[in-house]
């Protein structure tokens, strides 16, 4: 059994961590309700801009929609990663690197696979199996739609350029502060809805058809990158301070074990001295 000095320390030492971890956890709380609201505020928009753009999917072959929407002989792809900046937040990195991972090695094998990071934590790691085209780490520091649009503007010249045949995001979905779902979406070429209902809606358009579609297409994909983002960044905080919860839960544990730990080895210590008095004095008598 450990003397006395070291349960101590022990003691000491996790007691500092559960105070860090229940800070921790406070401030990703803190962080949790305000990116929770942004999220929930706008997925009716991107909701509802996602689909007007399917309602105009028939006619994308015919207008300046089709640059986005030419299905190509897949050669090329390009994964878009979204992770986050800071770890302690459990397995909320790695199930995003675990999906990446298995897309280029079952989806798309024999594919020629880039990756385009955005966070610190998946570009640390992809980096050192995959070919990294750019990391937009930089985006958590100001996360507003002009930034993220930037990002989309580049993905989408790339693959209007012919660059990639095929853009997919990967990144966690919010649902609750327990729960992070994994996505993968694809990005570009646009799917085509499926389904008559929206199809046969009868809109009217002003200024025009083309028009309409030459802003609508941009705008939406630019939206549902910054919407994936919002959702990882949502997701992110929901898993931290889940993770801080159950360390501090667990340094709990562990503090009432070793103090349990340090009362029996004290009681000992206490009983053994008494036992060598007692010794001596019946020495002494005898």
């Known amino acids: 059994m450990a003397n006395l000095k070291e349960i101590r320390n022990r003691i000491s030492s996790v007691s500092s961590t559960m105070q860090i971890t229940s800070a921790m956890k406070m401030v990703s709380a ?19 801009l996602t ?3 399917q309602s105009l999917s028939a006619t994308l072959d015919a207008d300046s929609g089709s640059k986005y929407s030419s299905q190509r002989e897949l050669n090329k792809v390009l994964i878009v990663a979204i992770t986050s900046n800071k770890g302690l937040c459990g397995a909320f990195n790695t199930n995003v690197i675990k999906e990446a991972t298995r897309l280029s090695q079952e989806e798309y094998a024999g594919k020629d696979v ?10 640390d790691v992809l980096s050192k199996g995959f ?11 100001d996360l507003t739609f002009d930034n993220v649009a930037t990002i989309a503007e580049t993905l ?5 350029e012919g660059e990639f045949d095929k853009i997919v995001l990967v990144y966690n979905k919010f649902k609750n502060a ?17 389904g008559e209902a929206d199809a046969n809606t009868d809109y009217i358009f002003e200024p025009s058809k083309i028009e309409i579609v030459e802003q609508l ?12 983002i919002r959702d990882s960044f949502a997701s992110e905080h929901g898993a931290r301070m889940t993770a801080m919860h ?8 562990l503090r009432d074990q070793l103090k349990l730990t340090y009362n029996k080895a004290r009681q000992a210590a206490i009983t053994n001295e008494i036992l060598e008095i007692v010794g001596g004095a019946e020495a002494l008598n005898n």
């Open 114 to 123: 880039s990756v385009v990071t955005i966070g610190k934590k998946g570009n």
């Open 51 to 53: 689909e007007l753009l």
């Open 178 to 194: 327990g729960t992070q779902i994994v996505m993968t979406e694809q990005f570009l070429p646009i799917v085509p809805i499926e």
């Open 156 to 160: 989408m010249g790339r693959y209007v």
């Open 217 to 228: 297409i941009p705008k939406s994909l630019k939206t549902q990158l910054f919407k994936g």
């Open 246 to 253: 159950k360390a501090t839960d667990n340094a709990t544990e």
């Open 131 to 141: 070919k990294i085209i750019s990391n937009n780490s930089d985006v958590f520091d």
């Open 30 to 48: 803190a962080k949790l309700k305000k990116a929770q609201d942004a999220i929930t505020a706008m997925r009716p928009y991107a909701d509802k």
